[in-house]
């Protein structure tokens, strides 16, 4: 088996956070011994709630934050040392979700784009200049946008130029975090477009994060299910879509809005509470919202199965599936 070009080895991330202004402060465990492989090539789907550690997770890669525990390997190679910041950041790149809050509005599209060639010191200034000129026509934009500023341009325009950003060093990972959530329906079917053209035109390893499991179902190769800071299910796309495993990801689907008239809003069973992060249940942390919870469930967390890719007791069976 060929070596993943990413790969997550028991990763934590724990924040100390105070509940009250006279309160003493608490662990919050914002991610919580994920281990995860991306292979070479492979689009991964991050899916969750909102406050499941997601995003935390994507900084943890990015070098935006450093782990509590665990390590990143990338080509199998643990990234430590003084430098692992600007190592990961060359071959780690990120999209972030609003393309407008992540651009100066001071600088041009040719200084946002050539910004990253700089830090590492690649390239003479005609040099930057040309590539930046190349990597724009690659995304869609003409090159005299390369002398406009954010806020003359669309929001499928900025999110060209955050990509542009992203891949004019040539990174062997792309983390896109919520890409196109930000965006107009009919600009999100561009930018996911333009997205699988350049996963195959430079080989290109996506991490994926988002809440809309349409998209991810379109784009992903696997998907992987974080729950609490941790990864309840990670299996094949197409799998998971046709029958999941965990009760959660059951859940997560159900939980997808048609357009069939007279269905109504969907009832997943989860109730409107998400539990608290600083105290989460003991045993299984999805237990208190689960109607499969036995008393295993309460007392016990499920191991991670790895024949089955699922983190828990009583695993769906496809028979108990819609």
């Known amino acids: 088996m060929s070596v993943p070009i990413l790969e997550l080895d028991g990763i934590a991330k724990t924040y100390s956070v105070r509940q009250g202004m006279f309160s003493p402060k608490l662990p919050l465990k914002a991610v ?8 070479r090539g492979e689009t ?3 899916v969750g709630e909102s406050g499941c550690g997601k995003s935390t997770l994507a900084k943890l890669l ?8 665990g390590r990143i390997l990338v080509d199998g190679v643990a990234v430590e040392g003084g430098g692992w910041r600007k190592e990961l950041s060359r071959r780690i790149q990120p999209i972030f979700q609003d393309p407008y809050s992540s651009l100066n509005p001071r600088k041009t599209v040719r200084q946002i784009v050539a910004m990253p060639l700089e830090v590492h010191g690649v390239a003479t200034k005609p040099e930057r200049d040309k590539m930046v000129e190349e990597i724009l026509d690659v995304v869609g934009l003409p090159r005299r946008a390369a002398d406009s500023t954010p806020n003359q341009m669309s929001g499928g325009q900025r999110q060209r130029v955050a990509i542009a950003r992203a891949l004019v060093m040539r990174p062997e990972v792309v983390i896109c975090d919520e890409p196109t959530s930000a965006l107009d329906v009919s600009v999100q079917a561009q930018i996911l477009n333009l997205l699988l053209e350049l996963r195959r035109e430079f080989g290109l390893t996506y ?11 379109h784009l992903a190769d696997r998907v992987a299910v974080m729950y609490l800071g941790r990864i309840v299910e990670d299996r094949p796309a197409a799998e998971l879509f046709q029958g ?3 009760p959660y990801t059951r859940a997560l689907l159900d939980s997808v809005l048609t357009p069939e008239p007279g269905l109504g809003i969907p009832d997943t069973q989860l109730g409107a509470v998400f539990p608290n992060p600083i105290a989460p249940p003991p045993g299984c942390a999805f237990h208190p919202r689960c109607a499969r919870a036995g008393d295993l469930c309460r007392t016990t967390p499920p191991p ?8 828990c007791h009583f695993p769906l069976e496809r028979s108990s599936v819609r």
């Open 207 to 217: 991490l994926f994060i988002s809440h809309n499991l349409a998209v991810v179902e």
């Open 32 to 39: 919580d011994g994920v281990s995860l492989k991306v292979g």
């Open 62 to 69: 990015l070098g935006l934050e450093t782990p509590t525990a």
């Open 244 to 246: 999941p495993a965990h």
């Open 304 to 311: 991670f199965d790895a024949e089955r890719r699922v983190a």
């Open 44 to 46: 991964v789907g991050l």
